[in-house]
Structure formats: C-alpha cells, structure tokens
C-alpha cells in the first residue's frame, strides 16, 4: 500500500507540475487564468466544448469542493498545504483502495477523481489571485469588459498582464515607444546585437527562448520545437479571433545563441510556423548553457518594435554554466522594460533558485521530463479552445504574405526629432557612384541617416577607374598601379603581377639569408613571386627545371627544405606547392598556388653544373626523367 501511495504521489506532483506550467504560460501570454483546464489526453473538439461546459456549469461545485478539501487540509497537515496537495492525496487514497476492484470500475475511479483532483486544483489557483506569482487581473468570462484608456504615443508600459480581450481594445498605432536606453551587449561578451525597429507597432511583442545544449540531445530538441510549434499555433489562432498584431522572436542557445526569428521582420505567425518544417532552419546546436547570453538578446528582441505588453518564456534543461549568472540581468529586465519571463525548466537537473530569480516568482514552472511536453501542450490547446489544425491550416492558407529574413530598421518620428545630425562622412564609393552619409544616434542606436552624392575620390591602389563611369575595377594581370593616382601599368620585361597588384615581381628568385640575389651558381631560398616554395612533391627534376628557367647551372641541380634565413621567410607568403615535373623543362612541370606548408618546408634550391642538358640522347633523357618521376611519385609529400 505504502508503495502504491508513494508511486501514486510521484505521478500526481508530475500532474501538478503541468498545470502549473500551463497556467503560467497561459497567464503570462493570454493574460488568462487556465481553469478550464480538465485532465484530458486530446485536444479534440468534442473534449474542449466538454471542458467549457463543464467549467460553465460547475463552477460552483468546483469552488465548494475545493473549500472543503482545503478545510480538511488545515486540520490534517503543516500550514502552507495547498488545497491542490490535499486533493491529490485524496486521489492518491481512491487510486489505491480501486485496486481491489475490477479493472474498468478502477479505470472510471480513476479517470473520475482526475477529473475532481484538476478542478480542486485549478478551483484553489483561482482563489489564490493574491500569491506572489500572480498579477491580478478581471475574469473576463464572467464580468463585464473593462474600459481601457488608449496608451498615448511615448507612454511607458505599464506592466499590466494585459489580456487578449484588453488589448484588442488598444490602437496599435499608440503602442508605447521604448523609455531610456537601449541594451546593448559588449563586444567581447560574443552576444548577436539586435538592433530596434521603434515604428514597428505590437499589440504583444514575444521572444521564445529554446535550449539546444549538449544535455538536452538532439531527440529532446525536437519535442522542445514541438511544443513551441504548438504554442505558437495556439497564439496564431487567438490573436486572428481578436484581431492582434503579435511580433514573435524566437532564439536558440547553447554555448552560443543564435537569432532564429527577429521580430522586426513583422512576419506572419503563420510563416513563422513553417520555418519548423524547413530542415536548414532551426538547427541543433550543442553546448554548454548561456541562459545569460539567450536574456540579453531577447531583451533587444522586446526593446525591438513598440509594444502594450511584452513577454519572454525560456525553456531550460539544467542551470546555466556559462556567460555569467543569469538573475540579475533578469531582474533589470523585469524592473526597467516590464518583460514578464517565464522560466520553463524540464527534468530534474534544473537549478530552481536561479530559474525563481530569473521569472521573479516564489514558485517553480517546470515539467519532469521532456516527453511531458505533449500533455503540456494539450493542456494549453483545451484551455484555449483550439480543438484541431483545421482552424490554424484554414487561417494560414489565407495568409498570402512571404517569410523576410532580413528587416529594415526604422525609428519613430519623435525618436527621429530628438536627433542632431553629425558631419558629413568621407565620399564613400557604392558601385559606380559616391556618396557621403551624416547620421544621427539615439543611445548608441542609428536613428536616422542622410546621404548625398558627391565627387569620387581617386581609385586606391591596385584600381583603376571603368572609362565612362566613376566605378574601380582591379588592375589586371601582369599590370600594377603602386598608388591612388593614375592609371595601371605594365609591369617591366621578366616581372610578373597578379591582379590587383600594387608591384611587380621577378617570377622565380634565388636570394640569400639576407634578400640578395645569389649570382649565378650556388645555394639560396627559391621565390616565387616573391614568396617561398614548399617542397611537397619537389625533385631534382624540378630543381633542374627551375634553375634553367632562371638561367643558371642546373645539369647538377639539387634541393632540400629548410630555415636558412628565419627572418626572412617568415616575414613572406607561401606561394606555390605540389610542384610535379617530368623533365627539366619548366613548361612540362605543373604546381598549386595553395599551399598546407609551414617555412620549415620551404624549398632550399641549389644550382650546379652545366648549362646544357642532362644529356642530348632522348632515350637517356627519356629514362632519366622516368626514374626521377617514380621517385616523386612514391614519396610522401611533407606534411
């Protein structure tokens, strides 16, 4: 028996557990109590109306239970035992004496004190409107509509848990504008910078924060995505019932975060919902946990476009382990810029005093394993009535508007006031006209920004000017331009340049230790357009070929790798490798000018001997040349 209670008890806190985060969630978002909620495993039409009617009938029934359970609590416990705890035991009890019973007699007991353990519950949430947690706001189901005073253009937000209801009474023109500053993330804190977009206008702005480190796994990632697909699907619906305009940012995060949605783009709940089903959108991406570094970007997503009411709901597998502390940055959210934060954390690794300091609340929303995101999500389609994706499929196929992925940013006209211009910036070129820009920033922030068209400058070096137009192309091979005047030139008879160059260079160079030319026969680092060779692949065939395409002693050529002048050649590029021969002449040797080398493999060139060929006997040169090749082609390169 004792063992049935225990189990019996663990199950019941995982129910709880989810009406918990349900009510949160629906709180937070919708501004409504979740109390229609009922303990059904589908979202279905006919088990939504079930759970409307039965919240419209029993109300009262529901409430009188509820007292009477908490009555027998108080006698029977510590204080600080919720009606809710005294309700589950009691079902805990009625599960454990239908075990004598037949299977469908304890399946209906079951099912039966669910049911009555959920309205309890829900029924002692209610009369709860005072608890720490809860912002108190009018039932809407059964009073009249409050008057809402319109906010003023610039107004502060006001902190309001606002419902659906309420703000469809708002013009959204009149969306309160940021007030003070905009965060800004550091430099070297790694954090992606969202900028504002004040002239967008929200009934409710959103940013969904979703963790993708390595403890939550790419399977647990998945139904993390699902249940925010679901949630989103949900939003869609309500606000198309009461007509609002709802600007969503979604972020990824684990070592690093990442903007998957940005508000500002204004996009479509819908379209949004069908970056799910694309396989290059939302990525897993393991690592540790930046819960601080996910806050201070959706921070920017809500100071982002002008909004009545903002919300961020972070979903968490564990405490955070990297990027600082997450509370108190949470804190300044809440307290400066009005962001009600849920802190949804899943499994039993979370860190419950950091995710209280993060959502500002006395209590924990969380959930004991991921595959409970199901229920937790069905729990939220009943209690907001969306019965199937009938509605959300038909709703979405209207919507004819396109997925941005870029947006641009604007300020408000007051905003734009408060501006003063700066000086003129230097003539800039765009293609193949110039301008000079004077901007204006507010808190760091581009507001406005002017631009006229002025006179170019000259071409840098490297370029020269398109005839006809003010355009700069680069000087082409074998040409060079050493500076901003001008146009390109060629380059002198035995130098060679690539395109763009500022100089010419002697193809192939035999230098000393020191950077002079080594006269004639002797021992030097071998350049190529003025930078070292690798030795990958080189043989005395190539040392040969080399050596008589500069002219020199080669009929004894030879080669090994080396640092003969470190400061020299460290100071230059690689710039040829995989040098293949196969014979003395240069023309029939082939080579890459990317190289996977370090100076320790530069090629020291050395050129002895004759003049002539090896030898004027074809069959010789011909055998001599095959010998040499299978040596190169059996030898590793130097790696």
Known sequence: MLLWLTLLGLWNGAICNRYEAADAIQHAIFGEDSGTIEATDSPDEDSATASASAMASGAMDEATAASQTQASSRSTTRAGTSGAQTAHLMMATSHAMSHATTRPQRAQNAQSSRRRSSAAYFASRRRRSSAAHLVHRPRTEHAAQPTITPFRQGQKWSGKSYSFSELSQMNVKSAPSQQGKFYRPRVFESVPVVEPCQAVKCHLSMAVMMDSSGSVGAENYKKELGFVKTLLQILAVKAEDVNLKVCVGLISYSTDVHVEVDPCCENSICRIIDQFSDRRRLVYRDGSTNTNGALKVARQMLQGPASFKKVALLITDGKSNTGGSPVDFARSMREQDGIQIVALGVTSDINEFELRGISGHDTVTKIDQFDEFHELANLL???????????????????????????????????????????????????????????????????????????????????????????????????????????????????????????????????????????????????????????????????????????????????????????????????????????????????????????????????????????????????????????????????
């Not at 940013?409 to 700066?422: D, Y």
């Not at 765009?430 to 631009?451: A, F, M, R």
């Not at 050129?607 to 059996?634: H, I, Q």
């Open 381 to 639: 389609l009943q209690a907001n009535k969306v019965a199937s994706n009938q509605n959300i499929d038909f709703m979405c196929h209207r919507d004819k508007s396109t997925y941005k992925d870029t947006c641009e940013r604007v300020m408000t006209e007051e905003q734009k006031a408060q501006c003063v211009l700066g000086e003129w910036s230097n003539c800039v070129r765009k293609e193949d006209k110039c301008y000079k820009t004077q901007t204006c920033k507010l808190n760091g922030i581009v507001i406005t920004k002017e631009s006229l068209e002025c006179k170019c400058p000259p071409c840098p070096a490297g370029e020269e000017e398109v005839a006809g137009s003010s355009a700069c192309v680069l000087c082409s091979a074998g040409t060079y331009k050493p500076d901003d005047t001008g146009v390109c030139l060629v380059c002198p008879e035995g130098t060679v340049s690539d395109s763009g160059a500022t100089k010419c260079y002697t193809e192939f160079d035999l230098v000393d230790s020191s950077g002079q030319s080594v006269v004639g026969a002797g021992e030097g680092i071998l350049l190529y357009k003025a930078g070292t060779v690798c030795d990958d692949y080189f043989s005395n065939l190539a040392a040969a070929a080399l050596c008589r395409k500069m002219n020199r002693p080669y009929s004894e050529a030879s080669f090994r790798n080396g640092l003969i002048g470190w400061a020299l050649q460290s100071k230059m590029e690689i710039k040829m490798d995989d040098v293949r021969c196969q014979s003395d002449v240069w023309s029939e040797c082939t080579f890459s000018e990317i190289d996977n080398c370090s100076h320790s493999e530069d090629v020291i060139l050395t050129c002895r001997g004759e003049t002539e060929t090896f030898t004027s006997d074809p069959a010789v040169v011909t055998k001599k040349a095959s010998e040499d090749l299978t040596t190169t082609l059996t030898t590793p390169p130097y790696y």
